[in-house]
Each structure stands twice: as C-alpha cells, then as structure tokens.
C-alpha cells in the first residue's frame, strides 16, 4: 500500500448514523451541556448530484453539527432512498459511520485510493465543496469520507 494517501493525519469529522436527529442531538447537546444545534437536509439531487456505487441517486439525509474543539460530531439520518447512510443503518443499526478528513485534489485522492484496494462508495457535492466516502473496512476497519472545500 502507498503511504500517507491522504497527506493529511487530521481528523476532522466523526460522522454517526441515527434513527432519530432531534432526540439524538438533544441527548448530546445535554451530555456537553451546548446548545442543540439545528438540523438541516442534505441538497437536493439536482444539486448534491450524488452517486452511490455509481449509480445517480436522490437519498437525502437530515444533519446536525456539533462543534467540539478540533473535531466535528456529525449526526446523520438518513431518508429511505438507497446511500451509504441507509444501507450501513440498516445492516448496523445505529453508531460510527466514517472518520473524515479535509483533502486537497478529490479526483487525484478517489484514483489513488482506489488503485490501493478502496473503492469510492458514495460521491456528493454540497454548498462550498464536495465529498466522498471510500470503502476502508478490510484494511482501516471503518469507512473514510474525503471532505474538499472550494477555494476562497
């Protein structure tokens, strides 16, 4: 395996997958004793364009936000329609989806990740950048989502 794929070694992002976002960010906003952040949906197919095992796909899901130092908790909940996000809640149930780290160069990292054994499972794009999550299971033990923000 290549190493330092990533050139990164910073976490942004733990990401967990649940039934319920407003129970589930009140439970964690008590527990930290912060404000419950508000929850948005995901855009639109027309905008995210996502794909999922490279297939068009219109899945949305609900996202909250808490901001905890140098890491961001994300609280995601998705809707019915085929994604990464469904189908590891279904199979899973609630928890850890993916850690994730801020790239620079998503086609070149999806390639070189890709050319290492990690296959691109979901792709999207969302107001200020674009994502996606790669298939790290056998060797990492848990998915990666690559986080590319436009330049300012």
Not at 33 to 60: H, L
């Amino acid at each position: 395996m290549d190493k330092n794929i990533l050139n990164s070694r910073t976490i942004t992002q733990v990401g967990l997958l649940v039934n319920d976002i407003e129970a589930t960010s009140q439970a964690y906003a008590d527990f930290f004793g912060v404000e419950k952040p508000n929850w948005f949906w995901t855009d639109t197919a027309d905008k995210a364009q996502t794909e999922y095992k490279g297939e068009a796909s219109v899945a949305r899901a609900k996202l909250a936000f808490f901001d905890m130092g140098s890491l961001q908790l994300e609280l995601i909940e998705p809707d019915e329609h085929p994604s990464t996000w469904r189908d590891h809640l279904n199979q899973y149930g609630e928890g850890p989806h993916h850690i994730a780290f801020v790239i620079d160069g998503m086609k070149e990292k999806i390639a070189l990740m890709e050319k290492n054994g990690m296959a691109l499972v979901q792709k999207g794009e969302y107001t200020g950048g674009r994502y996606a999550y790669m298939d790290t299971f056998p060797t990492l033990k848990v998915m990666l989502e690559l986080l590319e923000n436009d330049k300012k």
